[in-house]
């Protein structure tokens, strides 16, 4: 191999990339069960972070956290700046979000999931400035479609056309919180049906991009991180995503705007994550429609996780049964 072929193999994750990450996201997923319904979203966020960074630690890659979860709640995180693999590997950016449902965890709720996104080196927006972002996500049918600068009754009524259905069967998910409570109306006024979700855009925003989904579309403001981490998904199954920054005040705008950021601009996919080579990795902590959650099976633990890149276009689910007793305290066998 000449130095030239292996400069650029070190500029792209390697194919094997994902299936490794995927052990991340299982340990994650696994560590945080004994956490479920107990009603402490930091202790199993704090048990998850630990074993994604324990496992990342021995995957090669040269990754750089751009994307860190925790800071907008005060939560256990894996900080942005934070160096994880052994550094032998491709260069890479990351998105991590150890359980997207920190609360729906606690609560024993459906849809948690543990989660890892990335791309090239320099490749993903760096938004942790402003925690809050403004989403649109649907399927492909969006594209040329659909535009966060349109009002949600246009955007509806304009992909259910798209999609050949009527407006009355379109089914828009949405986070169920005050500040959503106009929007609501306005998709309701509009005569779709919703789909609250209680928490975990992450999985709303890509079932939205699904084809075998029920769900024709996701809106509204969540977070940032999420909104970057499901740009990495949709670019994967070619669904249509755009955002716009939503900071809480005049400070945050500021610091957003020293940042870099365009507070104005609506960002596309490729704007919130650039280049053709992006991953995603996702194992269910509860059970959810994107995928089942960790299952205890006897001496065994089950995981369900889905492996998506951009580049191939290909969509995995990975089972994998595990030995409970490698993996949970004597108390919670």
Known sequence: MTSTDTATLYLHPDRNLAMELVRATEAAAIRATPFIGRGDKNAADGAAVDAMRKFLGTVNFDGVV?????EKDRAPMLFNGEHVGNGRGPAVDIAVDPIDGTSLTAAGRQNALSVIAVSDRGTMLDASSVFYMS???????????????????????????????PVGEMRIAVLDR???????????????????????????GINAARYESRIDMCIGIGGSPEGITTACAIKAIGGFMQGKLA???????????????????????????????????????????????????????????IVLRSKSGTVRRVIADHVAAKWLEPADL
Do not use: C, W
């Open 66 to 70: 751009v994307i860190g979860e925790g």
């Open 135 to 165: 989403k649109i996500v649907t399927g492909p049918e969006g594209h040329g479609v659909v535009d966060l600068s349109q009002s949600v009754g246009d955007n509806i009524r304009e992909l259910a056309k798209a999609k050949g259905k």
């Open 178 to 204: 005050p500040r959503h409570e106009g929007l609501i109306e306005e998709i309701r006024a509009a005569g779709a049906g919703t789909r609250l979700m209680l928490d975990g855009d992450v999985a709303g």
């Open 247 to 305: 900071p809480k005040d005049d400070a945050e705008r500021a610091g957003g705007i020293a940042a870099g950021l365009d507070m104005d601009r609506i960002y596309g996919a490729d704007d919130l994550v650039k280049g053709d080579n992006t991953f995603f990795v996702a194992t269910g902590v509860t059970d959810g429609g994107l995928v089942e959650g960790v299952r205890r099976k006897g001496p065994i633990i089950r995981t369900e996780s």
